[in-house]
């Protein structure tokens, strides 16, 4: 048996030392090596004291990489005290260093006869200074670092199976301030080997982030942070100066401020790279470049904006993001002055010229004589007289515009008539003369609607219209702003897969990933799932499928939904990503919604907001709104159903669409007019005359309003739709929902104005919010239990709400809720007995769903208020 302890250790590397190719080792980037004893293929030179402790002996690592160890197995001889010294190690910019040490150690009891003499740890020590020093050597210069112990120490029988126990420990050198340091190893008496010795710093490395370049950093002390200012990357600017703080563990945290791209520059792998050719960007910002819009090209990288086709034109002061479109013609001629032989005329200037206009051209000519022989006229302004006409006869007449590019379309032909020789109108005054006039007056104006149907059925059946002129019919009757794009409607296209291919990007399918499905649409399945496009980031997406064996209609009408959505671009609106329509299953994609839909979630976190985030909701959703007012867009259906949430709480506007919106709507039922709308939400008028406005909208909004304050009840609860219908026809409305701020329950009342031009534009709505949000003590005074609010917007007329005069009328007023019948049991002798009826009462009285209860004691709180304040609308 061989019992000298320091052969078995010598045993060591021998046993590993059957050569393995070397493969290089990695380290974290944030950490700089000053020495590595593995990198060192010769003699690392260290000193060693005395001569017969530490060896330097070759052998190999863990991962059998051939290294320089040191070695020591003094066990069996009392006193102890063996020095190894490093080279002197330059500390460069770095304070604070770390020590990482790989050592063996031999467990004491696994060696015979060394009881007292056998130790188990080692010293580690260094010494600053500021130059190299040579072979000078003084153990009493060097501080303790630390004493260095072994997790795992090894036997005889580890050796036997080959189990190497690889100990590493890492300790904190400094802060230092000299130039440079040695370390230095002090044995005992333990029987060890130093495998490796690295010494490093960390640094927070180079980086990129939120398009700002970060230098390589060194902290400073083992303390504060360092604050790090970025350099915006190539093309891009400065919006706020970009800064990080560089911790001492070399990280980077907090980072403010960001760079956008340049216009022509979009943002891609934390670099601005150029628009590709047929994209455009006019601004300054991070958002991607746009493909260019209609009829128009860019056939260079980096455009600012894309240039017309041929014979298109985009009026001086479109945005880039205008479609190019051919001139637009003179539409609106209007007759000022007829006599028996001429007329005057004027006409608007054509909304789109190619061009400054020179002139119009104004050719005329005889009905009858269809156009065999005309006249042509030239005008400098928008108006003319045409003298030398005959009496009582119809002309027709056409105008056109002129530029330096040349004549735009002429106007659809005018009818206009001269009048009737005066010797027969003037002198005939008997009354069969004015029933002659009536009955052509009468004639004329029939002829107009009838000329007005066809002309309105030739535009929708156009197949040559720019789709600008297929404005919507049901628009909402407010003045559209310049500049605001109009939503255009796809049922105006003849080929609805034209429109599709307009206004969403055709996805390959290949770049869909389904993950599970969330819901369930009127076509098929909704999906949540990830979209990835190339050289883009993977996102989350919904993904809404057409289910097999559709009709035409029932693609057309699918597809309907993202050629709505893909006009519209708002964050509080859903975002179309794309749509399948190329391969099966057909499908749109929007952005994932992670909390799906309004109602549903509300009330799955019944009264768990702040009053603040219910306002913010709302806000959101009026936003919405209001871009979609803008957009001469009316919704129809909006409730809380049809809105979205995401993780952020943001709220977003959904489910577009035309008659289909409605046809899928589980709430909407048929009136008697047909077509199915849905009541509770509806505006009187909508109802009844199917006069669907942004006003129409507003009360919708104001029923999402009182649905975001109950935490998603139900409106009106259990009643028939036909008693909701009367009631709110009688002029009752609502009750505030329970702890309502009055704020926005006078906001509610607004909304269900029953004359829709008093109801608030969703601009007011939105401004009113934001006055909520930055006054959030405003909120405090709720609708329950003080006086009927002041009126934000204007004031309604108390003839408008009929009053509730006594307890059985109330009572009557609830007679159609679904429990009327607790009510039975209760004995009230006044309304301030059962405005005092707590939940607590309503228990007993067998009303235990939480959801009536809440609603029979907000009603009774809303009595209370009515018989002291006056007539409260319910
Ligand atoms: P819809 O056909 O649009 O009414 O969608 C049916 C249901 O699918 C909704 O009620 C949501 O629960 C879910 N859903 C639709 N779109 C999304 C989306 N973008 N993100 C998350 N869930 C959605």
Redesign the pocket.
């Known amino acids: 048996m061989d019992c000298n302890p320091r052969s078995h250790l010598y045993i060591l590397p021998l046993l590993l030392s059957f050569v393995i190719p070397a493969f290089p080792i990695i380290y974290p980037p944030n950490e700089v090596n000053l020495l590595d004893s593995k990198a060192s293929q010769g003699e690392l030179g260290w000193i060693s004291y005395p001569s017969h402790g530490w060896e330097e002996i070759s052998g190999v690592d863990e991962h059998y990489t051939p290294i320089r160890t040191f070695q020591v197995c003094n066990v069996m001889e009392y006193s102890q005290n063996n020095w190894l010294r490093t080279n002197w190690i330059p500390r460069q910019s770095a304070q604070k260093f770390y020590v990482e040490l790989k050592f063996t150690l031999r467990d004491c009891n696994s060696i015979p006869l060394v009881l007292g003499t056998c130790k188990e740890t080692f010293n580690l020590l260094y010494l600053e200074t500021d130059d190299d020093q040579g072979s000078h050597f003084r153990e009493h210069q060097f501080s303790k670092i630390d004493t260095i112990a072994a997790d795992e120490s090894f036997t005889q029988m580890d050796l036997g199976d080959r189990i190497l126990k690889l100990n590493t420990e890492v300790r904190e050198v400094g802060p230092l301030s000299k130039k440079g340091f040695y370390l230095a190893f002090q044995d005992v008496g333990a029987c060890v080997a130093l495998v490796s010795v690295r010494v490093y710093f960390k640094k927070c490395p180079y980086t990129l982030r939120n398009l700002a370049s970060f230098p390589d950093t060194v902290p400073m002390d083992s303390q504060s942070l360092v604050e790090v200012k970025g350099s915006c990357v190539n093309h891009s600017k400065e919006e706020e100066p970009p800064r990080m703080y560089c911790s001492t563990e070399g990280e980077w945290l907090v980072p403010i401020g960001k760079c956008l791209c340049n216009a022509g520059y979009e943002e891609r792998s934390n670099t601005c790279q150029m628009c590709r050719a047929g994209f455009y960007k006019s601004t300054l910002g991070n958002m991607e470049c746009s493909k260019c819009p209609p009829h128009s090209f860019s056939y260079h990288e980096g455009s600012l904006h894309c240039g017309c086709e041929k014979n298109y034109f985009r009026a001086e002061g479109d945005p880039a993001s205008m479609a190019c479109t051919p001139p637009s013609p003179v539409t609106v001629i209007k007759k000022e002055k007829t006599s028996r032989n001429s007329v005057s005329l004027s006409w608007q200037q054509p909304e789109r010229p190619n061009g400054i206009i020179l002139d119009y051209e104004i050719k005329y000519y005889e009905k009858e004589e269809q156009e065999t022989s005309y006249t042509i006229l030239r005008a400098r302004g928008c108006n003319v007289t045409l003298n030398g006409l005959k009496p009582n006869t119809a002309y027709l007449l056409q105008i056109r515009a002129r530029t330096a590019a040349g004549y735009g379309a002429s106007s659809p032909s005018f009818q206009f008539e001269t009048s009737p020789d005066s010797a027969f109108s003037i002198s005939s005054e008997s009354s069969q003369v004015v029933l002659i006039a009536i009955s052509s007056a009468v004639a004329i104006i029939l002829l107009t609607v009838l000329l007005y149907i066809l002309i309105g059925r030739f535009c929708c059946h156009s197949k040559t219209k720019h789709p600008d002129e297929k404005r919507l019919h049901f628009g909402n009757g407010h003045l559209r702003l310049p500049g605001i794009r109009t939503y255009v409607d796809p049922h105006t296209y003849e080929d609805p897969s034209q429109a599709v291919h307009e206004f969403a990007k055709e996805l390959d399918a290949s770049c869909i990933a389904i993950d599970k499905v ?5 076509f098929g399945e ?1 999906c ?1 799932g990830r979209l990835k496009l190339p050289s883009k980031k993977e996102i989350c997406v ?1 993904i ?1 499928t057409l289910k097999g064996g559709y009709t035409d209609k029932q693609r057309r009408d699918f597809l309907a939904e993202a050629s709505i959505m893909g006009q519209f671009d708002h964050p509080n609106i ?1 975002r179309l990503e794309g749509v399948v329509t190329r391969s099966k299953p057909v499908m749109i994609v ?5 909390n ?2 309004l109602d549903s979630f509300l009330r799955k976190h019944d009264a768990q907001f702040t009053g603040i985030q219910l306002v913010g909701m709302l806000r959101g959703i009026a936003s919405g709104m209001k871009y979609l007012s803008d957009m001469g867009y009316v919704h129809r259906d909006l409730a809380a ?2 809105i ?1 949430v995401n993780s952020n709480l943001v709220c977003k506007v ?2 577009f669409g035309l008659s289909r919106v409605l046809e ?1 709507d589980p709430e909407a039922a048929y009136t008697t007019r047909g077509g199915k709308i849905p009541i509770r939400w509806t505006a009187p008028e909508a109802i009844a005359y199917r006069k669907f406005t942004s006003a129409s909208d507003a009360w919708s909004y104001g029923i999402v309003l009182w649905e975001v304050m109950s935490y998603g009840e139900r409106p009106y609860w259990e009643m028939s739709n036909q008693d909701v219908i009367k009631a709110v026809d009688e002029g009752y409305r609502l009750p505030p929902p329970m702890d309502c701020p009055a704020t926005l329950y006078q906001l509610m009342l607004d909304c269900w104005q029953k004359e829709r031009n008093n109801r608030p534009k969703f601009e007011q709505i939105v401004s009113i919010l934001d006055k909520l949000i930055r006054n959030p003590g405003s909120l405090k005074i709720t609708a329950n239990t003080t006086s009927r609010p002041a009126n934000l917007l204007l004031d309604r007329s108390s003839s408008e709400v009929p009053s509730m005069g006594t307890m059985d009328d109330w009572m009557d007023g609830m007679r159609t809720l679904p429990c009327k019948e607790a009510f039975s049991g209760v004995s009230y002798s006044s309304c301030d007995t059962l405005a005092k009826t707590s939940t607590e009462d309503l228990k007993k009285v067998g009303v235990t769903n939480v959801g009536p209860q809440k609603k029979i004691v907000s009603s009774l709180k809303a009595l209370d208020s009515h018989t002291k304040n006056g007539p409260v609308p319910v």
């Open positions: 969330v819901g369930a649409g009127e909704v949540s919904a809404k859903i929007t952005e994932y919604m992670e799906g839909s159903r049809n979205l959904s489910d899928d």
